[in-house]
């Protein structure tokens, strides 16, 4: 986690790094802080507990700003939220000044050598041990210090680090040069005109220029104002390949709504649109991806679906397994990111990996993909962030196009990564034993979802007034039965993530086997009814929750349910099976936010969390 930003041109760079911190804060926000080198030569550092606009407001005085500065957005994984342990870290000879994204695995054994070398430290950081390495590694060099010394006690010092970083670099002697490095921490340089920017991602950089460079594990970027120079760390000189961001401004822009998380629920018919737009073909009944790297032959020979992801995006995963599983007839198995890399599961020879990854940058499913592809697995990808190092990595793949999700709790992204598993168990299913007419019900089915979308969202005002109803629960149930299960968990997590209430997920029938003891006046449940064969059993755990007294939102697209079974009723409209489930979460995301909207939580910053994990 961590967002980083670096500036070297003509304007101040002070204004230019808090914009970009701002556009990074959802990598983290227990602190942030800068370092500009001033007109007189000196570097300035300051740095702040809690958000960039604490920052912000430490800088009301006119900077003596000379166009060079490193930034830091911090979310704590090594020592306090402190002062002292806020970005950027300076050495203690305060030559070099850095900020970091990323751990550093062996920082205790590097320090312990550091000290003993007689070097000082100011914090309980595992960073701090970088800007010291470097600046000791500086020192012992006989030379004087130049761009080329500066840049030898980089390599060493990264050659004796054990873990994942993106820096960027000031050296107090050297006025023209900003310096970057990186290893399983992304990091971008923005090439613009006469100036050079680093940061985590595109979002920060896009203010400036569209055109970027993705750096690679293991390389080094020195830049000055005007131009760049790629080494790996094994000093071979990269040709550097010069992409264009296509995200318009506006995508990133509030717009009339309080919060990211509401414009993002309601981007969500557009959203989808463009997750389908030139990807269904009508006529033959089949959706197309241009991207996958997988001829027909080889989809007919896949025997087995692996997909790995975490947190709301291993959501989407189950919800493929039921739908890849109905529809394409393939077994899928979903791993949690994080265990599939180090619990070497059995997989056949013929499985596909699909890994999904809002981000493209959470390490626990770079990791899982590097795995898969070690031992030799096709793996294909389901990302949105263009250009990230999932996608980048991976064999083959589908962008999501859901444009910028800023907001910490997923939604937009992850309806779309709903429709897009929905879309690839008919391409799967049509090059299989989907029947054609089957294939063309679901092809229908899926260009009428915008609209259906844009009528549950005409709900939004019925649902805030059962959010501010239910916002005093201290706990609460999702139950749901097949892919409406996964759809619980989701619900579950997102009123967790953005209000801190309890909250548990569970397949509706297993209530009765444990959760029911939770079950009382004080715990409502939330149950998904969907319109099918599952809804007398469905309403029999309603049944069973009632007669325990607990309360009962029911999000139904039945117009059958007696409207006296359940405390709320919530009916959103009638859809193919096949995109059900992305109906039936909208009602969810919209209790979650009305009630933590309704309990003054900071909706697109919820406490402990940030948006893209990338520390394992
Ligand atoms: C979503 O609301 C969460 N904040 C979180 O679970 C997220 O989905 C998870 O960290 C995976 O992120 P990714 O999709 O960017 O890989």
Redesign the pocket.
């Known amino acids: 986690m961590c967002g980083i930003v670096g500036y070297i041109g003509h304007d101040n760079a002070t204004p230019i790094l808090l914009n970009g911190l701002k556009r990074l804060e959802y990598r983290g926000y227990d602190s942030a802080g800068l370092a500009i080198r001033q007109k007189d030569g000196s570097i300035k550092a300051t740095r702040r507990v809690g958000k960039v606009a604490n920052l912000a407001a430490a800088l009301t005085t006119e900077p003596e700003d000379s166009g060079l500065g490193i930034s830091h957005t911090r979310w704590a994984t090594h020592g306090g939220v402190t002062e002292p342990n806020t970005h950027p870290h300076a050495s203690w000879n305060k030559k070099i000044f850095l900020v970091h994204n990323g751990v550093i695995e062996n920082y205790q054994q590097l320090k312990t050598s550091l000290l003993a070398k007689g070097v000082t430290f100011e914090n309980e950081t595992d960073s701090e041990v970088l800007s010291n390495l470097i600046a000791y590694n500086l020192e012992q060099q006989s030379e004087e210090i130049s761009v080329k010394s500066v840049n030898k006690a980089i390599r060493t010092s990264l050659a004796s680090v054990e873990g994942t970083y993106g820096l960027a670099i000031l050296c107090s002697d050297l006025p023209d040069s900003l310096f970057g490095a990186r290893k399983g921490s992304p990091l971008i340089l923005g090439v613009g005109k006469n100036e050079m920017m680093l940061a985590s991602d595109a979002s920060a950089i896009r203010a400036r220029t569209r055109e970027v460079v993705y750096l690679d594990d293991n390389q080094i970027v020195t830049l000055n104002h005007d131009n760049f120079n790629i080494t790996t760390f094994e000093e071979t000189e990269v040709v550097p390949e010069i992409s264009t961001i296509s995200w318009k401004d506006e995508d990133a822009n509030l717009g009339d709504f309080e919060h990211y998380m509401l414009k993002e629920i309601h981007d969500q018919p557009s959203a989808l649109e463009n997750a389908f737009r030139g990807r269904l073909d009508m006529e033959e009944g089949i959706s197309k991806f241009g991207g996958l790297n997988l001829s027909r032959q080889a989809i007919r020979h896949i025997d087995r679906i692996t997909i790995v992801?975490?947190?709301?995006?291993?959501h989407a995963g189950l919800v493929g397994e039921y739908l890849i599983e109905k529809y394409a007839r393939i077994p899928v198995e979903v791993e949690y990111a994080s265990e599939f890399r180090y619990r070497n599961a059995p997989m056949d020879k013929n499985t596909l990996v699909i890994v999904?990854?809002?981000?493209?940058?959470?390490i626990d499913?770079l990791e899982a993909q590097r795995e898969a592809q070690r031992k030799g697995y096709h793996v294909i990808g389901i990302i949105?962030?263009v250009g990230s190092t999932i996608a980048r990595e991976n064999d083959g793949g589908i962008y999501q196009h859901s444009g910028p999700e800023i907001g910490?709790?997923?939604t937009k992204?992850?309806t779309s990564q709903l429709l897009i598993l929905s879309m690839l168990s008919i391409y799967f299913g049509r090059t299989r034993d989907l029947s054609y007419a089957d294939g063309c019900k679901m092809v229908d089915a899926i260009k009428e979802l915008p609209n259906l979308i844009k009528q549950t969202l005409e709900l939004s005002d019925s649902i805030k007034a059962i959010a501010k109803k239910f916002a005093h629960y201290h706990d609460f149930l999702f139950l749901g039965r097949l892919e409406m299960f996964p759809i619980a968990l989701e619900g579950a997590?997102?009123l967790k993530?953005i209000s801190y209430i309890h909250a548990e997920g569970y397949p509706s029938a297993e209530m009765k086997h444990g959760p029911i003891a939770l079950i009382s006046e004080d715990c409502p449940s939330i149950v998904i009814v969907p319109d099918d064969e599952t809804l007398k059993k469905n309403l029999s755990s309603v049944q069973e929750v009632k007669a325990r007294k607990g309360k009962v939102i029911i999000i139904t697209d039945s117009h059958d349910i007696p409207s006296s079974l359940a405390d709320e009723l919530i009916i959103v409209p009638k859809a193919h099976n096949c995109v059900r489930p992305i109906l039936m979460t909208i009602p969810l995301q919209l209790i979650s936010y009305y009630i933590a909207v309704e309990l003054g939580k900071d909706v697109d910053k919820p406490r402990n969390?940030a948006?893209?994990?990338t520390v394992e």
Do not use: D, P, R
């Open positions: 992801a975490c947190g709301t995006a291993w999904i990854s809002q981000s493209g940058e959470t499913t949105n962030n910490v709790a997923s992204a992850f997590l997102k993530e969390l948006k893209s994990v």
